[in-house]
T-cell receptor
């Protein structure tokens, strides 16, 4: 089965350091989502891309977070500088959203997440 | 902001018992999804309900979408220890964006 791959699976670093999380979406999916999961807030949408273009990053703290898709096989989420309150599990998900040319919507598939701890 | 509230937040029952988990919102969603998440893994889609009043069955799991498409329920019959996990409902909004509930952490005791 095709899977969304996230790296690293775990990251522990000190506050102030830059953190980069990577995601390889499922081949053929045109939409990539970044989520953050914490015990207090649950799963929150941070940003998403359609055909590599950013569509919505309103859920993301703009001053320290950035999300990019350098190519169709790689999405990145960066935090610089990191803070202890950024500690969470970050999930990437990919899906196929109809573009009006005969494609039907397909559900999102989630990766297994990056567990981030900022000390 | 569209919010989804799940209840209960935690549920611990004995194997063989039945249970129901609820997902409620003040907003209408085009469809609603239920996910199950196990420790160290991402959520996995169980079902999507689209039509108001729709009922879908997945073995011992029965999912229902409210007539007004604002609420949903998940009923498990004769729970098994393998059903243990975090159950999440998610409303599907524009551009396939998902709004998740806080989840119900279910523990089935042998």
């Amino acid at each position: 089965d095709a899977r969304v791959t996230q790296t690293p699976r775990h990251k522990v670093t000190e506050m102030g350091q830059e953190v980069t999380m990577r995601c390889q979406p499922i081949l053929g999916h045109n939409t990539v989502f970044w989520y953050r999961q914490t015990m207090m807030q649950g799963l929150e949408l941070l940003a998403y891309f359609r055909n590599r273009a950013p569509l919505d990053d309103s859920g993301m703290p703009k001053d320290r977070f950035s999300a990019e898709m350098p190519d169709a096989t790689l999405a990145t989420l960066k935090i610089q500088p990191s803070e202890p309150r950024d500690s969470a599990v970050y999930f990437c998900a990919s899906g196929l959203v109809s573009d009006g040319r005969g494609l039907s919507n397909q559900p999102q598939h989630f990766g297994d997440g990056t567990r981030l701890s900022i000390l | 902001t569209q919010l989804l509230k799940q209840s209960p937040q935690f549920l611990s029952i004995q194997e063989g018992e039945n249970l129901t988990v609820y997902c409620n919102s003040s907003s209408v969603f085009s469809s609603l999804q239920w996910y199950r998440q196990e420790p160290g893994e991402g959520p996995v889609l169980l079902v999507t309900v689209v039509t108001g009043g729709e009922v879908k069955k997945l073995k011992r799991l029965t999912f229902q979408f409210g007539d007004a498409r604002k609420d949903s329920s998940l009923h498990i019959t004769a729970a098994q220890t393998g059903d243990t996990g975090l159950y999440l409902c998610a409303g599907v909004g524009g551009a396939q964006k998902l709004v998740f509930g806080q989840g119900t952490r279910l523990t089935i005791n042998p």
